[in-house]
């Protein structure tokens, strides 16, 4: 069974697609079988992986109200062992859609049941909100990644966060746990991100994840040609630091 890994925070521009995209290419090329899934309407994981959005027929939306298979939706990539289940704008409509269902939380974690068994990781892109979608990857998951922005503000939001994730764990998904909190956009010539560094040390210091995510031009540029960093600039510290990241999730289990 694979692992399903949830990466959220509802802070928009936090470094959630990044790190889905760079995360899942990392674990790829280090021989996992790996799939991405877009669980945001945005879409933009898809795109950052090259795929267009208007070519696709059908995406997770149709999944998640039950009109497709999840298998018939996986999309391969130029590498062998790294798939996409993509999104695309339609995806709002399951928010509204699965209000009246009586599955409405468990939608996602039913779609991808058909799924889990062929891959080693599933990383799963939320949306910048706590709405059903995000509910429905949290109960899908068996653990979570959230970025952390080293700017003011980083911290603003972690406790509505971590006490939904308390209320899921406590219901809908006891299995839950925290990999890690993610540092991103990390700039070591700052005061600032390195106050933030310490800060969020200091109040969850057992789930931090060493590797810290340098601020990297080359990380983004690489979703405006559609390729993870790795296959875009593998010499850049962008690459480096989501490889790194990648070897302390595989630690994990
Ligand atoms: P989210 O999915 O949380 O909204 P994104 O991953 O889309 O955040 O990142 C927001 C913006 O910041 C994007 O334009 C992205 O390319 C850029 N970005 C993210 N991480 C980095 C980084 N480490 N260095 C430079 N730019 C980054
Ligand atoms: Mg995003």
């Given amino acids: 069974m694979g692992q399903v890994i949830c990466i959220a925070n509802q802070k928009g521009g936090v470094g959630k697609t990044t790190t889905a995209v ?35 027929e059908q995406s997770l939306y149709h999944a998640l109200i039950g009109m497709a298979e999840s298998q018939d939706l996986v999309i391969n990539t130029e590498i062998d062992t790294l798939c996409v289940l993509p999104a695309k704008m339609e995806l709002i409509g399951a928010e509204i859609e699965l209000i009246e269902s009586d599955h409405r939380e468990t939608a996602l974690k039913k779609a991808l049941a058909a799924l889990v068994s062929d891959f080693d990781y599933l990383v799963l892109d939320c949306p910048p909100s706590l709405s059903l979608l995000t509910i429905n990857a949290m109960t899908a998951a068996t653990a979570m990644i959230v970025p952390v922005q080293c700017e003011f503000y980083a911290m603003e939001g972690l406790g509505q966060l971590f006490n939904t994730i308390r209320r899921i764990k406590g219901s809908l998904n006891p299995r839950l746990g925290i990999a890690g909190i993610l540092l991103t956009m990390f700039d ?54 989501y490889l790194n990241l990648a070897k302390e999730v595989m630690a994990f289990g």
């Fill in 22 to 56: 760079n995360l899942s290419a990392a674990l790829a090329v280090a021989n996992k079988k790996t799939l991405l899934v877009d669980c945001d309407p945005q879409g933009n994981a898809t795109t950052g992986m090259g795929i267009d959005k208007s070519s696709l």
């Fill in 188 to 241: 070591s010539r700052t005061n600032l991100s390195n106050q933030v560094a310490d800060d969020v040390l200091g109040h969850f210091k057992d789930v931090v994840f060493k590797t810290r995510i340098p601020r990297n031009v080359r990380l983004g540029e690489a979703p405006s040609h559609g390729k993870p960093i790795v296959l875009y600039d593998k010499t850049s510290t962008g690459a480096a630091s």
